[in-house]
């Protein structure tokens, strides 16, 4: 069995933002399933984590929330992503390659990094 | 940007907040619910599906609790949680509550007040290019001549030093004078300034509209220059700041002139506490003072010269670099006729005049040379008023603190942290503090309006301003803060760390407190009743001199129905015969208005401060070296006596014999005779101003004040107003049956009706005249009286919550020993004494504080010595009752302890 991992605070928010844009307006649960998915379900996402997280974007104005009803017929939140979310999303992006990019030189075998 | 549209989000989050926990509950359900639909379609029992949500959620409750920190402000909500619970708590002790608040309102309030008029009319700076270089230029020692007002020059001077130094960049003079003002057949008397040409240009100072002077057109030729720069502030409410102004025609004293401009907004001159309406050129003075021209005259002291240090040079410097010069035009002045004959004593002296340059960065004001002392001395008085009141406060809340010590004790045992009770302490202590500020500013104001109507009714033309001064407010709210941080926390620290078990146990230990906390009340209260006692005292020899200068007999009968009024036809344009003419029928034409026993006229009003005085020979007498030959001058009319109720004691009052373009006769007042004459009678002896004896003394009156009580009675020479050959401006006297202020109109119409155009300005009974000019000893009187009581209120505050505390830290102690047979008179003394031992050190410390500061406060006083022994025994004994009354009630307490409670008491 592969251990599960807890979502690291601050890379959330990016996985957020990437999953309205590509999957478009989404319920919480929703958000979760498809987050654990494309983890390939090696996260755990917990309420505690996931809805400060949705919280903290609205009140940023990168998504917004609308009541809805869900395909089998239960009423839910659904997010999407705002304009500023969009351009959010692209920078936090950018930002994030670079910093993989950068982090993944230090950890390349040695003799490689000259 | 980010962070502000979520704070932004946030404080709305703080709103609606139960709508919002529903929702975010209705949710997560939805979510759940979601969760186990999907594992039910995966193919769980129920049971199971709903295990595995549960398990995945993490827990729905604190999710809800992350989500409720996230939406609101955390911080701000428990601010305001301590904040209610303050309230409550403050609200439930409603008498310290209302105690606090309100001493430290009075202390702020007071001191915003008097630190704000002090602030305006010593410390401020003047609003133009580098303040910090201005300097004003005088002389000290016998000018030999006659001056107008203190520190002037005379105008040769003032051009002796622009031509001959080099530390200044420029030299410029001013003369306030009264002008009259006539636009469209109105006239009016407004605040006039003349000016040196390069005045603006010296200071900096700009126009608003047109032009402002400068030394190339406007100060060339003499009488050549007919143009009138407006104040900004006249412009506005006189103009309605229209701008077409600029090159319209006015009338000043009756000579047409047109306006150039208008000064820039904000600059009102350099005495902060008048603002002229109008400057005139300098070269105008012999249109603008119709009476007097001496502008090539040395001997004649009348303008102010002030100038701008060039860069690198301190006043010091500057001073150093005049005075060769000064001494060497000194030399020259004396080579002139008009000194020749001088004493050698009179030589000696005036070679020894020494020239000064003073800063001025906050200009000169004779109003801040008169007031500043007194203001001084109440800001010395405030101060202490202040630091009573936060003793006072620091006092109740170390007391409060120990008596919550219980309280505090059950809630850490309940398990609130100390930090949240430590911080609950604090909140409720700056509670305290922003309560009394706030009300501290609403009393300031009623303060400062009251301070502002003691100033003489000629202080319309103040700047003085009613807004407490925002700086000085938050200085003195920051003191209280700070008060109730210091002595907030401090028992708030003391009481967390107490040991729960012995305050638990030991009820009353809890309400004593620890023994360093009694002993710094102790300290504290001491600390006021010292500080009282100063103010005290100080208060008592302040109303004392009032009360000395107000019984001080002014040699004037009934003056409160003595009614005076100024007019000054000369600067309506009336020539010297015209004048005359004009005064003799004002006085016909009062004297048969019904209501008027008699009137008069005199050129120097009596009691407002101003004075003529002159050099005076006299027959048969030899002056010593260093003798005073100065006598004070009146011109006065016929009838003049009469109405003043002072007796003429020998000889004749003048009449219509007296007449001519000469001063022939004269009517000297007592002082006068008994001083050159002894017993003899000075009826038909000669006087003169000059070297000969051409004047006779025809009559000898009773004496009277001049210029004011604080003055006393001077010797003094009155000769007739009609022989004097100035068109000079005069004060009317007038004496009404009864009902003064009711005669107000009437006496106006009777000299409307000989020039509607006429200004009539100063109209007042005679006894107003002299609360006027008492007013800075009523403002301190009253002020320091005020000051005194609330001190000693306070001080008595202080002294019972000590005695009471200590009544209840020794109830045990007491009951034991009236069980062993201790009599009740004994309890009593015992619990008195605590109190009256505050009190003797308190007083042991005051008195020769008092003794120490008393010489700081001399000037101000009349009649009574600073160390006089009397105020100080009273003060005392004020003291001494406040004391007793405050230890008193607990001792009383303490006496009817029953013994057997008290030792059950715990």
């Known amino acids: 069995m592969t251990e599960k991992t807890d979502v690291r605070?601050?890379?959330?928010?990016?996985?957020?933002?990437?999953?309205?844009?590509?999957?478009?307006?989404?319920?919480?649960?929703?958000?979760?399933?498809?987050?654990?998915?494309?983890?390939?379900?090696?996260?755990s996402v917990n309420y505690g984590t996931l809805y400060p997280a949705l919280l903290k974007l609205e009140q940023e104005g990168f998504i917004s929330a609308k009541?809805?009803?869900?395909?089998?017929?239960?009423?839910?939140?659904?997010?999407?992503?705002?304009?500023?979310?969009?351009?959010?999303?692209?920078?936090?992006?950018?930002?994030?390659?670079?910093?993989?990019?950068?982090?993944?030189?230090?950890f390349v075998p040695s003799g490689e990094t000259s | 940007m980010r962070a502000m549209r979520a704070f932004v989000s946030r404080l709305r989050g703080l709103a609606d907040k139960e709508r919002k926990d529903r929702e975010l509950a209705e949710e997560l359900e939805s979510h759940l619910q979601m969760h186990i639909e999907e594992n039910l379609r995966s193919g769980m029992t129920p049971e199971q599906a709903r295990r595995d949500a549960l398990l995945k959620s993490g827990g729905l409750e604190p999710a809800k609790e992350a989500c409720r920190d996230r939406r609101g402000l955390p911080m701000l909500e428990t601010a305001i949680r301590d904040l209610r619970h303050a309230a409550r708590l403050l609200r439930r002790s409603p008498t310290f509550t209302a105690v606090t608040v309100l001493t430290l309102a009075l202390g702020i309030g007071a001191n915003t007040a008097i630190f704000t008029l002090l602030d305006q009319l010593m410390l401020r700076l003047l609003p133009v290019r580098n303040p910090e270089q201005l300097v004003m230029i005088w002389a000290t020692g016998p000018h030999l001549g006659n001056a107008q007002r203190s520190r002037s020059s005379s105008y040769p001077l003032y051009q002796d030093f622009q031509h001959r130094t080099q530390v200044f960049s420029h030299v410029f003079c001013r003369f306030e004078t009264a002008l009259a003002v006539s636009i469209a057949n109105q006239t009016e008397r407004v605040a006039g300034e003349l000016i040196s040409g390069n005045y603006f240009q010296a200071l900096g100072v700009g126009p608003a509209v047109g032009r402002v002077f400068s030394p190339e057109e406007d100060d060339r030729v003499y009488k050549g220059h007919p143009v009138v720069v407006l104040s900004h502030q006249y412009w506005v409410t006189r103009f309605g700041a229209d701008p077409s102004v600029v090159g319209k025609k006015i009338l000043v004293n009756n000579y047409p002139m047109v306006i150039v401009g208008v000064s820039a907004a904000g600059f009102s001159g350099l005495d902060p506490s008048r603002s002229p309406q109008i400057r005139v050129p300098i070269q105008m003075k012999p249109l603008m003072t119709p009476a007097f021209d001496d502008m090539g005259e040395r001997r004649s002291q009348w303008i102010h010269i002030f100038a701008r240090l060039k860069p690198g040079y301190t006043a010091r410097l500057a001073q150093a670099s005049l005075e060769p010069l000064f001494s060497q035009i000194l030399r020259a002045e004396l080579a002139e006729p008009a000194l020749r004959n001088v004493s050698r004593y009179n030589r000696d002296r005036f070679l020894a005049r020494k020239v000064l340059v003073e800063l001025a960065a906050n200009g000169y004001s004779e109003m801040r040379r008169n007031y500043s002392t007194a203001l001084v001395v109440l800001m010395g008085m405030v101060g202490l008023v202040l630091l009573i009141a936060c003793f006072n406060v620091a006092s109740l809340l170390?007391?409060?603190?120990?008596?919550?010590?219980?309280?505090?004790?059950?809630?850490?045992?309940?398990?609130?942290?100390?930090?949240?009770?430590?911080?609950?302490?604090?909140?409720?202590?700056?509670?305290?503090?922003?309560?009394?500020?706030?009300?501290?500013?609403?009393?300031?104001?009623?303060?400062?309006?009251?301070?502002?109507?003691?100033?003489?009714?000629?202080?319309?033309?103040l700047t003085l301003r009613a807004e407490p001064d925002w700086?000085?407010?938050?200085?003195?709210?920051?003191?209280?803060?700070?008060?109730?941080?210091?002595?907030?926390?401090?028992?708030?620290?003391?009481?967390?760390?107490?040991?729960?078990?012995?305050?638990?146990?030991?009820?009353?230990?809890?309400?004593?407190?620890?023994?360093?906390?009694?002993?710094?009340?102790?300290?504290?209260?001491?600390?006021?009743?010292?500080?009282?006692?100063?103010?005290?005292?100080?208060?008592?020899?302040?109303?004392?001199?009032?009360?000395?200068?107000?019984?001080?007999?002014?040699?004037?009968?009934?003056?409160?129905?003595?009614?005076?009024?100024?007019?000054?036809?000369?600067?309506?344009?009336?020539?010297?015969?015209?004048?005359?003419?004009?005064?003799?029928?004002?006085?016909?034409?009062?004297r048969a208005l019904p209501g008027v026993k008699s009137a008069g006229y005199a050129l120097v009003p009596v009691l407002s401060g101003i004075e003529w005085d002159s050099f005076m020979n006299v027959e048969g007498h030899q002056m010593k070296d260093g003798e005073n030959m100065s006598a004070f001058m009146n011109g006065i009319s016929p009838g003049y006596w009469q109405t003043m109720g002072v007796p003429l004691l020998e000889g004749r009052d003048f009449d219509d014999r007296d007449e001519g373009d000469h001063t022939v006769v004269a009517i000297v007042n007592r002082k006068f005779a008994r001083h050159f004459f002894g017993d003899r009678s000075p009826i038909g002896r000669h006087i003169g101003t000059g070297r000969e004896l051409d004047i006779e003394i025809v009559g000898l009156a009773e004496d009277s004040l001049y210029e004011g009580p604080r003055e006393g009675v001077r010797r003094q020479v009155f000769v007739p107003f009609v022989q004097m050959d100035f068109p000079n401006p005069v004060s009317f006297y007038v004496r009404t049956s009864a009902g003064s202020e009711a005669m107000f109109a009437g006496l106006r119409r009777k000299v409307q009706e000989l020039d509607p155009a006429m200004p009539i300005y100063q109209m007042k009974t005679l006894e107003n005249q002299l609360d006027e000019r008492l007013s800075t000893e009523r403002l301190v009187a009253t002020l320091s009286a005020a000051f005194g009581a609330l001190a000693t209120v306070l001080a008595a505050i202080g002294l019972y919550g000590v005695t009471a505390l200590a009544v209840a830290r020794r109830t045990r102690e007491i009951g034991l020993r009236m069980a062993l047979g201790a009599p009740r008179g004994a309890v009593l003394w015992m619990v008195l004494k605590e109190a009256l031992d505050l009190l003797g050190i308190g007083l042991a410390v005051g008195i020769p504080c008092a003794y120490l500061l008393s010489r700081y406060v001399s000037s101000q006083l009349f009649g009574v010595a600073p160390t006089d022994s009397g105020t100080a025994a009273i003060a005392a004994a004020i003291l001494a009752a406040v004391a007793a009354g405050a230890g008193l009630l607990p001792a009383r307490r303490a006496s009817s302890i029953d013994p057997i409670q008290a030792l059950r008491h715990e």
């Open chain 1, 9 to 43: 605070q601050g890379t959330l928010a990016l996985m957020v933002l990437k999953t309205l844009e590509a999957m478009g307006p989404l319920h919480g649960y929703g958000l979760a399933r498809r987050i654990e998915q494309t983890g390939g379900d090696r996260l």
């Open chain 1, 67 to 106: 009541w809805g009803v869900s395909d089998n017929n239960r009423r839910a939140k659904y997010y999407s992503l705002t304009r500023a979310g969009m351009k959010q999303l692209d920078n936090e992006a950018r930002q994030w390659a670079r910093t993989t990019a950068i982090m993944a030189r230090f």
């Open chain 2, 398 to 461: 170390i007391a409060r603190a120990a008596a919550r010590r219980k309280e505090v004790a059950v809630r850490l045992a309940m398990g609130a942290s100390r930090g949240q009770l430590a911080r609950q302490l604090l909140v409720e202590s700056l509670f305290l503090s922003a309560a009394g500020g706030a009300m501290g500013l609403v009393l300031s104001v009623a303060i400062i309006r009251g301070l502002l109507s003691f100033l003489p009714a000629d202080g319309r033309l």
């Open chain 2, 471 to 590: 700086r000085i407010l938050a200085f003195n709210v920051g003191l209280a803060l700070l008060t109730g941080l210091l002595f907030g926390l401090a028992p708030a620290l003391q009481a967390v760390r107490v040991d729960l078990l012995s305050a638990l146990k030991d009820a009353a230990g809890a309400v004593a407190g620890s023994t360093s906390s009694v002993r710094l009340r102790k300290s504290l209260v001491t600390a006021q009743v010292a500080f009282s006692f100063l103010l005290l005292a100080g208060a008592g020899l302040f109303v004392k001199t009032l009360a000395n200068l107000k019984q001080t007999n002014p040699g004037f009968r009934d003056i409160d129905n003595l009614i005076t009024f100024q007019i000054d036809p000369a600067l309506s344009g009336y020539s010297l015969p015209r004048l005359r003419a004009f005064y003799r029928q004002a006085l016909e034409n009062i």
